[in-house]
């Protein structure tokens, strides 16, 4: 069974940033495609980027181009999103998801395993 832990959200400044990790384990992570989602109250997920298995490909949704950078550490077993600039409305529930279907995997209902989420507050 795959686990999936998320650390490095908080309470920042509007124009702060933030480096969330996404520690994986239960099966070869390089198999695994990951991404990062995030979730306001009401809503549903949105994905915010995604990193492919292997070398890690990264795919960012056009909110999150400029702003935000996905990672992945094959040696540590982690995913790593950086978030720059933070403004309030990236206030949210970021998650962090994997998969182990091959391609374009966009949706929440792709990813067959989750984390328990951390928290993402922008606030002056």
């Known amino acids: 069974q795959v686990h999936i832990v998320e650390s490095g959200g908080g309470l920042v400044q509007p124009g702060g940033s933030l480096k969330l990790s996404c520690v994986v384990s239960?099966?070869?992570?390089?198999?695994?495609?990951v991404g990062w989602f995030r979730q306001t109250s009401g809503q549903e997920r949105t994905l915010v980027a995604r990193v492919m298995q292997g070398v890690g490909r990264a795919y960012y949704e056009n909110f999150a181009k400029g702003r935000f950078t996905i990672r992945r550490d094959n040696a540590k077993n982690t995913v790593y999103l950086q978030i720059d600039n933070l403004k309030p409305d990236d206030t949210a529930i970021y998650y962090c998801?994997?998969?182990?279907?091959?391609?374009?995997?966009?949706?929440?209902?792709?990813?067959?395993?989750w984390g328990q989420g951390t928290q993402v507050t922008v606030s002056s």
């Open positions: 998801a994997a998969t182990t279907v091959i391609g374009l995997v966009r949706t929440s209902d792709m990813f067959d395993y």
């Open positions: 239960g099966r070869p992570f390089a198999s695994l495609a």
